[in-house]
Nanobody
Framework: QVQLVESGGGLAQAGGSLRLSCAAS????????MDWFRQAPGKDREFVAA????????LYANSVKGRFTISKDNAKNTVYLQMNSLKPEDTAVYYC??????????????WGKGTLVTVSS
């Protein structure tokens, strides 16, 4: 089992920045690839970013490419999502997930409970 707890969400202005953190406990953190997904009200959960088990490979949704950066610290069992140049359409609940290196929500094995990000115009 892996337990995931997100933090760092909140209110930001358009053009601003936030950094989300996801702290993992339980089974070996470095055994999983880590993803961030988001879900806006009335919409399906969508892929945001992924980092491979080794930390050497990355995937980003086109909508966040160049603005968001995923990283992880194996020593701290934590994955981060640095979000810059935020837009109102980035408003959503952000979830971290552990599993294979995939962009598909149904592929992920473990999920956090989410943290809300609200971007005002």
């Amino acid at each position: 089992q892996v337990q995931l707890v997100e933090s760092g969400g909140g209110l930001a202005q358009a053009g601003g920045s936030l950094r989300l953190s996801c702290a993992a406990s339980g089974r070996t953190f470095s055994s999983y690839s880590m993803d961030w997904f988001r879900q806006a009200p009335g919409k399906d959960r969508e892929f945001v970013a992924a980092i491979s088990m080794s930390g050497a490979s990355f995937l980003y949704a086109n909508s966040v490419k160049g603005r968001f950066t995923i990283s992880k610290d194996n020593a701290k069992n934590t994955v981060y999502l640095q979000m810059n140049s935020l837009k109102p359409e980035d408003t959503a609940v952000y979830y971290c997930a552990a599993g294979p290196f995939s962009i598909q929500p149904r592929s992920m094995d473990y999920w956090g409970k989410g943290t809300l990000v609200t971007v005002s115009s």
